[in-house]
């Protein structure tokens, strides 16, 4: 049971408090669902007494790529900077040396921060989170920019997985990120990351809860794709009575860039969301990834919500 302080904290630093549907009692109904199947993972680890809580997930390919343990938290509260030091105290304790702890929180989160910048945390980002109503949808907008470009669905029959994952590795060589700015990670992680996130997506893609979008030129020649994703939550969906999707990766061909692909083929994704009675669609980017927000501005998106990305190495 979650000590009431602490959801409201939680309740507080989330991106879910920013839509309307979400009031603070069905928020901690649907927490309490999420801590408790999130805690049969025996790979995961949830910390929780009456002054703080934080659930650690595993990460099981950045665990194999990075040769250590790896673990996400996405949700921790812990009410002043003191008790935080603790929290962290605990988490290390709690974990094999050499483990890596990946904190991804609200940038309002002042006790958390602090703590972490005094136990030697590396700041790695700092993203910022779109949201989009569907009643604010430009639909005659994203219904011009289908039909000026040529664009179609992945298909599974025609190699398109090793299309995106050509397309991937071209797109993210050297490309500076999180991974790439951490003097303590042995190396760049990111193309293999993602080559490995592509063939997931693909997977959920048969089942109809994911959607690979490939772009290609005149020629015939692959120049860009992206993955949405409908986030397929039935304790979200009975709780809040909403639906949401979700822009995950966008992926494009140096010689294909400048030349709205990436405006068409979200505006093409959008379009699927609409069709499928998605209420809102998220999306994220680092905060320095300017061209992305700036589509995503015009097509009706807006900003709601800021994150940091902290890498604590133990």
Same mark, same amino acid.
């Given at each position: 049971?979650?000590?009431?302080?602490?959801?409201?904290?939680?309740?507080?630093?989330?991106?879910?408090?920013?839509?309307?549907?979400?009031? %603070?009692?069905?928020? *901690?109904?649907?927490?309490?669902?999420?801590?408790?199947?999130?805690?049969?993972?025996?790979? /995961?680890?949830?910390?929780? @007494?009456? /002054?703080?809580?934080?659930?650690?997930?595993?990460?099981?390919?950045?665990?194999?790529?990075?040769? /250590?343990?790896?673990?996400?938290?996405?949700?921790?509260? =812990?009410?002043?900077?003191?008790? =935080?030091?603790?929290?962290?105290?605990?988490?290390?304790?709690?974990?094999?040396?050499?483990?890596?702890?990946?904190?991804?929180?609200?940038?309002?989160?002042?006790?958390?921060?602090?703590?972490?910048? %005094?136990?030697?945390?590396?700041?790695?980002?700092?993203?910022?989170?779109?949201?989009?109503?569907?009643?604010?949808? /430009?639909?005659?907008?994203?219904?011009?920019?289908?039909?000026?470009?040529?664009?179609?669905?992945?298909? #599974?029959?025609?190699?398109?997985?090793?299309?995106?994952?050509?397309?991937?590795?071209?797109?993210?060589?050297?490309?500076?990120?999180?991974?790439?700015?951490?003097?303590?990670?042995?190396? @760049?992680?990111?193309?293999?990351?993602?080559?490995?996130?592509?063939?997931?997506?693909?997977?959920?893609?048969?089942?109809?809860?994911?959607?690979?979008?490939?772009?290609?030129?005149?020629?015939?020649?692959? =120049?860009?794709?992206?993955?949405?994703?409908?986030?397929?939550?039935?304790?979200?969906?009975?709780?809040?009575?909403? *639906?949401?999707?979700?822009?995950?990766?966008?992926?494009?061909? #140096?010689? =294909?860039?400048?030349?709205?692909?990436?405006?068409?083929?979200?505006?093409? $994704?959008?379009?699927?969301?609409?069709?499928?009675?998605?209420?809102?669609?998220?999306?994220?980017?680092?905060?320095?990834?300017?061209?992305?927000?700036?589509?995503?501005?015009?097509? $009706?998106?807006?900003?709601?919500?800021?994150?940091?990305?902290?890498?604590?190495?133990?």
């Amino acid at each position: 049971m979650l000590e009431e302080e602490l959801v409201k904290d939680l309740f507080m630093h989330d991106l879910l408090s920013h839509l309307n549907e979400v009031s %603070h009692e069905k928020y *901690r109904t649907y927490l309490e669902r999420k801590l408790k199947e999130k805690s049969y993972d025996r790979n /995961n680890i949830f910390i929780n @007494n009456r /002054n703080y809580m934080a659930i650690l997930e595993y990460n099981s390919p950045a665990s194999e790529l990075l040769s /250590n343990k790896t673990y996400y938290i996405f949700k921790a509260s =812990c009410p002043d900077s003191k008790k =935080c030091l603790e929290l962290l105290k605990i988490i290390k304790e709690s974990l094999d040396p050499g483990s890596l702890v990946i904190f991804r929180i609200s940038t309002e989160n002042y006790p958390l921060i602090s703590a972490l910048t %005094h136990t030697g945390a590396i700041l790695t980002e700092t993203q910022i989170i779109y949201l989009l109503k569907r009643d604010k949808m /430009n639909l005659e907008y994203v219904m011009n920019m289908r039909e000026k470009y040529l664009d179609r669905a992945f298909h #599974p029959g025609l190699n398109d997985l090793e299309t995106i994952k050509q397309l991937i590795r071209i797109s993210f060589k050297n490309y500076p990120n999180r991974f790439s700015v951490d003097p303590f990670l042995k190396r @760049n992680i990111t193309v293999e990351l993602y080559e490995k996130w592509a063939e997931s997506v693909i997977k959920k893609s048969m089942d109809g809860g994911a959607f690979a979008l490939v772009v290609r030129e005149e020629k015939g020649k692959p =120049c860009a794709g992206a993955f949405e994703e409908i986030k397929e939550d039935r304790d979200f969906e009975e709780i809040f009575n909403l *639906r949401t999707g979700e822009f995950l990766l966008y992926f494009s061909h #140096p010689e =294909c860039r400048g030349k709205n692909y990436y405006t068409m083929i979200t505006s093409y $994704g959008l379009k699927i969301f609409y069709d499928l009675g998605i209420d809102y669609v998220i999306t994220e980017t680092h905060i320095d990834n300017r061209y992305p927000q700036y589509v995503w501005v015009k097509q $009706g998106f807006r900003p709601v919500y800021s994150r940091y990305t902290f890498n604590l190495h133990l």
